[in-house]
């Protein structure tokens, strides 16, 4: 059986023209507009049914489809196969949407005015649980689903979204048990009056869907450079701005922690211990989140607000402490810091400050895979408070961030600077912990 291929593949018949000769009856003129049909034939000749469409015969009536269900008598009037053969609705041919239920219908049919339908729906002023009822009743009956919320700004002058802001990609943050504490806490606070958050992952990434994202307010978490662009953008746009850690910025109100005070607390444990040969694991130092070791120079070009506080606390104690800058709060990336400093017996240290809990359970993970034990042979802190029952079977030393009531704060902040407030900043203290990861070095 030709195909559709074979059609296409065939030779083209070269069009002559007409013959000069007058009055030659024996010789009829080659037509001029002569064209191979699809089977590469010639002339006028009547088209023959083309069976490489499946289901087509000749010049069969063109509404007789046999490679689609015929309907049979007593099925739906009016029905018509789709694409797969099933039957449903027929479609009109330029299909338009229906245009949306209005208010002004809802109220008319309830027989109330316009103004009472929305006080109706808005939950608010005078309008008697009756009322509300029956504009209840004619909305659901003419299928309104209320009132778009669009104008529903537009008449406000506000879209009830608060923006929160975050350094990473949202796989990343949430990764991070504090991240999704921050989270919590701000949903908390802003959420229960109607308000919806909306996230904008990789600060330096978001700048167009910052410049139109339609917010009412910003929140934003984190403590590098990467997040001054979305202070510009918002400053400019006169939209309240709150930040979760980083560095006082004029114009935006900071809720920070004690990252430095708390982590001298630790180190100082570290040291009323006897430990002097300490190493640190720390955060990221600058936005390329470059692995290595922590040397004095990369020490003094970081610009991670959170990562040089800490760094500040555990200098107060160890001022000459070497270690390992990581690429995020991770465990794999704690792991790998920690083989970085112990897989050498000969300058393996007594004690380790991880500037994250994750950080440190990775750690443990290391010394565990080399046969050390904790905190036998290794001294471990963290910092964070989260829980690591899943992680490692250790009751963690570390420093607990009250990182829900941090949100909550963020969340109260943004709204009090709506309703036109003046709230103050505000600074959070970390509590010690004292687990089982830390004991006196073994004496050799």
């Known amino acids: 059986m030709p195909t559709e291929n074979d059609a296409r593949q065939a030779p083209v018949a070269s069009v002559a023209a007409p013959s000069s000769v007058p009055g030659d009856s024996d010789q009829q003129p080659e037509v001029s507009d002569a064209r191979p049909n699809l089977t590469g034939r010639q002339g006028t000749e009547a088209p023959e049914p083309r069976p490489d469409l499946p289901g087509r015969q000749g010049r069969e009536a063109p509404d007789v489809r046999p490679d689609l269900p015929v309907r049979q008598g007593g099925e739906t009037p009016g029905a018509r196969p789709d694409m797969h053969g099933r039957l449903g609705p027929d479609l009109p041919n330029s299909p338009t949407p229906a245009k949306r239920t209005t208010l002004a219908q809802v109220a008319e049919l309830a027989g109330v005015s316009v103004s009472t339908a929305s006080l109706a729906f808005s939950g608010s002023g005078p309008v008697s649980a009756a009322t509300r009822d029956r504009v209840h ?98 400053m400019r746009r006169r939209i309240p701005v709150v930040a979760l850690g980083g560095p006082p910025m004029g114009g935006v109100l900071t809720i920070s922690l004690n990252d430095r005070d708390a982590t001298e607390l630790a180190a100082q444990h570290l040291w009323d211990l006897g430990h002097r040969q300490v190493a640190i694991v720390a955060l990221p130092l600058n936005d390329d989140g470059a692995r290595g070791p922590l040397t004095r120079e990369r020490e003094l070009a970081c610009t991670v607000q959170v990562t040089t506080d800490r760094l500040d606390g555990a200098r107060a104690v160890f001022p000459e402490s070497g270690g390992v800058v990581t690429n995020g709060s991770f465990v794999d990336e704690g792991m790998v810091a920690g ?65 829900a009531e941090q949100g909550r704060a963020a969340g109260r902040a943004v709204l009090d600077l709506l309703d036109g407030g003046e709230p103050s900043p505000v600074r959070f203290v970390s509590t010690f912990h004292l687990g089982g990861t830390t004991a006196p070095p073994r004496r050799s």
């Not at 958050?197 to 934003?220: C, K, R, T, Y």
């Open 339 to 403: 083989h970085a400093l112990l897989d050498s017996p000969d300058h393996r240290p007594t004690a380790i400050i991880a500037q994250s809990d994750l950080l440190a359970a990775g750690v443990i993970k290391a010394a565990e895979e080399l046969g050390l034990r904790v905190p036998e042979d290794l001294s471990i802190v963290g910092f964070d408070g989260i829980a690591l029952d899943r992680i490692i079977q250790h009751d963690l030393t570390t420093l607990v961030q009250p990182a």
């Open 137 to 234: 009743a004619a909305a659901e009956a003419l299928h309104y689903a209320g009132p778009d919320p669009r104008g529903q700004s537009l008449r406000r002058g506000r879209s009830g979204i608060i923006g929160v802001v975050l350094e990473e990609r949202v796989l990343d943050a949430f990764r991070d048990p504090i991240k999704i504490a921050f989270l919590d806490g701000i949903a908390q606070e802003t959420t229960p009056g109607g308000r919806g958050l909306l996230l904008l992952p990789d600060a330096s990434q978001s700048s167009l869907a910052m410049e139109a994202a339609s917010m009412d307010g910003v929140v934003l978490i984190g403590c590098s450079p990467r997040i001054a662009r979305s202070v510009e953008i918002n």
